[in-house]
């Protein structure tokens, strides 16, 4: 029998996920939490196989209460079990131990298998979470400027000319416009207009 604890703030949410899961002969619901903090404690108390974690509650995020039990609950399995689908809450959640992320327009023959799954200590992702990890471990490391490169694009952000930016860091127009070349080489595009576009959107000014 694998054994299971709900953590999810919704008490609607959690009724139905106990009734599809208790369907099945040999899966059980052996607790339920509100919050994140509850879901720790009680992990920490009961040990289940499993923990179904949801990940936006109040008093205490799934994310944090998953590498709470991994470092206080060996050997219990956490698996994220949400709506929510972005790069960013998927790589926090397997970051922080997460052994499955599964999304709750799952159904109840997937819930079971991925369950199942998660107790032998098996990896576990919706195919659209997968898909999205793929690519966010493909997308290419955003380039490295210089300081000077960087903070001569911070100044083309502002409007100013080359001659205005030449004044401000009291080098030649013409040491501006090396500086912006390289920085187009690295960013590869292939104007002023681009490289603040495309900076931006890597986080580097």
Known sequence: MIR???????PVVR???RGMLEAEPD???IGEASSGAE???QAVTLRPDVVLMDLRMPGGDGVTATEQIVARASGVRVMVLTTYESDRDILRAIEAGAGGYLLKDASPTELADAVRAAARGETVLAPSVASSLIKSVRRPAPPALSARETEVLR???RGLTN?????QLFISEATVKTHLLRAFNKLDVADRTAAVT???EHGLI
């Open 198 to 200: 495309t900076a931006m």
């Open 39 to 41: 879901g720790v404690e």
């Open 155 to 157: 100044l083309v952000a």
């Open 15 to 17: 009724h139905g996920l």
């Open 4 to 10: 299971i604890l709900l953590v999810d703030d919704h």
């Open 27 to 29: 899966l059980t619901v």
């Open 163 to 167: 001659a205005d930016i030449g004044k």
